[in-house]
């Protein structure tokens, strides 16, 4: 009898299928120096905001500050989509019993990522609403960087990202309740 952990080799067109999943490789490389970009980027304007913090007005720290969470909840979602997406499509990471794994890796799979990544996506995007409604205080003046056009559509595409990410959740949940019921 053979031993369980024992499996027949694939035949040639199901090992290249399978293998090919580590094509994606080079892209969860690719999104690690994105990530190192956005670093740069915080450290950037880190250091603006100290070096300028005794020059800018209250509203114009709160926008660099903003800026700051943005950087920072951009890079999460990158990490979410790094080792999610690495873990979920290419191979697992062994992590189990490792201090540092993070608590939502136990139990990510392609739904859980996608409401997880729609989620992060809402936060950045409720970061951008909330700097176009502080700027939206100059509009009608010369200084203004914003229109009212502009304030619309932004709170319109944030309101989609809402409903998108429901939706998402919703399929979510009932795709899951498929899964566990028992069959008749």
Same mark, same amino acid.
């Given at each position: 009898?053979?031993?369980?952990? &024992?499996?027949?080799?694939?035949? =040639?067109?199901?090992?290249?299928?399978f293998s090919s999943r580590w094509l994606q490789l080079p892209l969860y490389l690719g999104l690690i120096? !994105?990530?190192?970009?956005?670093?740069?980027?915080?450290?950037?304007?880190?250091? /603006?905001?100290? +070096?300028? !913090?005794?020059?800018?007005?209250?509203?114009?720290?709160?926008?660099?500050?903003?800026?700051?969470?943005?950087?920072?909840?951009i890079s999460n979602l990158l990490v979410m989509v790094i080792v999610g997406g690495?873990?979920?499509?290419?191979?697992?990471?062994?992590?189990?019993? /490792?201090?540092?794994? =993070? &608590?939502?890796?136990? /139990?990510?799979? !392609?739904?859980?990522?996608?409401?997880?990544? +729609?989620? +992060?996506?809402?936060?950045?995007?409720?970061?951008?609403?909330?700097?176009?409604?502080?700027?939206?205080?100059?509009?009608?003046?010369?200084? +203004?960087?914003?229109?009212? &056009?502009?304030?619309?559509?932004?709170?319109?595409?944030?309101?989609?990202?809402?409903?998108? !990410?429901?939706?998402?959740?919703?399929?979510?949940?009932?795709?899951?309740?498929?899964?566990?019921?028992? =069959? /008749?």
């Open positions: 009898m053979k031993d369980v952990t &024992e499996r027949a080799p694939l035949r =040639p067109l199901p090992y290249l299928i120096i !994105a990530q190192c970009v956005y670093v740069f980027l915080f450290l950037k304007e880190l250091w /603006h905001l100290v +070096a300028h !913090a005794t020059d800018f007005s209250e509203q114009q720290i709160m926008l660099v500050v903003l800026g700051l969470i943005d950087v920072v909840m690495y873990e979920t499509f290419v191979s697992r990471l062994r992590l189990e019993g /490792h201090p540092d794994q =993070p &608590e939502w890796l136990s /139990h990510v799979n !392609a739904g859980v990522l996608k409401v997880k990544l +729609a989620m +992060a996506i809402i936060g950045i995007s409720s970061i951008h609403l909330l700097r176009v409604f502080i700027e939206a205080s100059r509009m009608g003046s010369p200084s +203004a960087t914003i229109t009212s &056009e502009a304030v619309m559509w932004q709170t319109i595409i944030h309101s989609i990202f809402i409903l998108s !990410a429901i939706g998402i959740a919703h399929v979510d949940r009932m795709t899951q309740g498929q899964h566990t019921k028992a =069959p /008749h």
